[in-house]
T-cell receptor, first 110, second 115 residues
Framework: GNSVTQMEGPVTLSEEAFLTINCTYT??????LFWYVQYPGEGLQLLLK?????DKGSNKGFEATYRKETTSFHLEKGSVQVSDSAVYFC?????????FGPGTRLSVLP | EAGVAQSPRYKIIEKRQSVAFWCNPI?????LYWYQQILGQGPKLLIQ????????DSQLPKDRFSAERLKGVDSTLKIQPAKLEDSAVYLC?????????????FGPGTRLTVL
């Protein structure tokens, strides 16, 4: 079945540091890929998505590129802020099922 | 545009008791999802509705969990009787049309603690 693997957290960075959160997936066909973010005490929000190979999703300074050859969708941001502290979930959809990774907690220190 | 509403936000019950959660999706959204999110894990889909019909309930523990979506709008999720391992956050989400390529909009969740 489909699955998503993320780097284990927690990840702790200083403000303005570069962020990478790794995500790899296993799926048949050509799934859509998503990053969701969950701020403390809130529900999940879509951060960005990509629907086909080589697409780059971007939002709020975050980027992720759909790499079919490596089955990856790594999340990156050039300069993190304290307000980026949250849990980040990688997810995929094959049009039938939506599968989330376990989440990676990011803490950004001032 | 109002978001997905859920209630209650928190619930504490004893094992073997019953509990119900309510969800009101975004107006006009045909698809509604219930997820279970255990601490430290990603959300796991319990059931998916398309209007008032069930699309996928393969991971719903049907001996104790039930869900309905009356008139294709609001939905309730019930647990009867609850077990300790049901302690989790229960998330409701909705999306405009069928097909999981669409963005899902999540409610704030209901945190259930079973003692």
């Amino acid at each position: 079945g489909n699955s998503v693997t993320q780097m284990e957290g927690p990840v702790t960075l200083s403000e303005e540091a570069f962020l990478t959160i790794n995500c790899t997936y296993t799926a048949t066909g050509y799934p859509s890929l998503f990053w969701y973010v969950q701020y403390p005490g809130e529900g999940l929000q879509l951060l960005l998505k990509a629907t086909k190979a080589d697409d780059k999703g971007s939002n709020k300074g975050f980027e992720a590129t759909y790499r079919k050859e490596t089955t990856s969708f790594h999340l990156e941001k050039g300069s993190v802020q304290v307000s980026d502290s949250a849990v980040y979930f990688c997810a995929l959809s094959d049009g039938q099922n939506f599968v989330f990774g376990p989440g990676t907690r990011l803490s950004v220190l001032p | 545009e109002a978001g997905v509403a859920q209630s209650p936000r928190y619930k504490i019950i004893e094992k073997r008791q019953s509990v119900a959660f309510w969800c009101n999706p975004i107006s006009g959204h045909a698809t509604l999802y219930w997820y279970q999110q255990i601490l430290g894990q990603g959300p796991k889909l319990l059931i998916q509705f398309q209007n008032n019909g069930v699309v996928d309930d393969s991971q719903l523990p049907k001996d104790r969990f039930s869900a309905e979506r009356l008139k294709g709008v609001d939905s309730t999720l019930k647990i009867q009787p609850a077990k300790l391992e049901d302690s989790a956050v229960y998330l409701c989400a909705s999306s405009p049309t069928g097909g999981s390529y669409n963005e899902q909009f999540f409610g704030p969740g209901t945190r259930l603690t079973v003692l």
